[in-house]
């Protein structure tokens, strides 16, 4: 597949990422140039936009990551809200699509909506993304002050938390050890299928009652 940007089309091949520059108005044309639909995925950073054909793997993985999320809340006893796809969006400043958010502290405040002003509603607790293709950059979450920001990069989780005014690697504020419950889940995710794996989880969550 060739890459196609024109007024009527636009095509990415797999796994590529494409720079344009481009204003704010440039971003919203092409926002709705694309509509709902799931690929390619589109970004806004002052000046440029960013466009993203996910790779299969994006999505399995973006997938077992979110599940793995809600069997922890569940077997916590967490309430909380999911939201994917969703684009976050400060005007003139920034747009973005995570793979996934989670309101687990600030759920209440989002409960039957069916649009978030991301200028005076509370951010998501949590967002995940998916680096395959090297798109994401954790800098791109601070306009929003998300709390706590996970990536997974090259089958490596990477957590991050925002301190101030940047963001720093350290452990989840949520899950506890749940770097190496995500590790143990990918590597069987190797071998099995996400419904297995998730299964597994479950049993061994129990287990640690």
């Given amino acids: 597949m060739d890459t196609v940007i024109t007024p009527q089309r636009i095509e990415l091949p797999p796994g590529a990422v494409l720079k344009l520059l481009g204003n704010w108005q ?9 509509g709902d639909r799931s690929s390619p995925r589109i970004k806004y950073r002052r000046g ?22 809600i069997a922890i809340l569940d077997h916590l006893n967490r309430i909380y809200e999911s939201f994917t796809p969703i684009t976050m969006s400060l005007s003139e400043i920034s747009g973005i699509e ?27 607790d949590l967002a995940i993304e998916i680096d395959v293709t090297s798109y994401t950059d954790i800098n791109d979450f601070l306009p929003y002050r ?34 190496e419950i995500v590790q143990q889940c990918l ?18 969550l129990r287990g640690q009652n």
């Fill in 26 to 34: 440039d971003y919203q044309v092409l926002s709705q140039q694309l």
């Fill in 48 to 69: 440029e936009i960013l466009l993203m054909a996910p790779l299969p793997e994006h999505g399995r993985d973006a997938s077992l990551l979110a599940l793995i999320v």
């Fill in 98 to 124: 995570p793979d996934f958010c989670f309101y687990i502290e600030n759920c209440r405040a989002v409960v039957g909506k069916k649009r978030i002003d991301w200028e005076s509603d509370p951010p998501p």
């Fill in 146 to 179: 998300v709390p706590e920001v996970w990536i997974l990069k090259s089958n490596r989780l990477l957590i991050y938390r925002l301190q101030e005014e940047s963001y720093v690697i350290t452990e989840s504020s949520y899950f506890p050890n749940v770097r």
């Fill in 187 to 204: 590597q069987m995710a190797n071998e099995q299928t996400t419904s297995e794996v998730i299964r597994w989880l479950k049993n061994f």
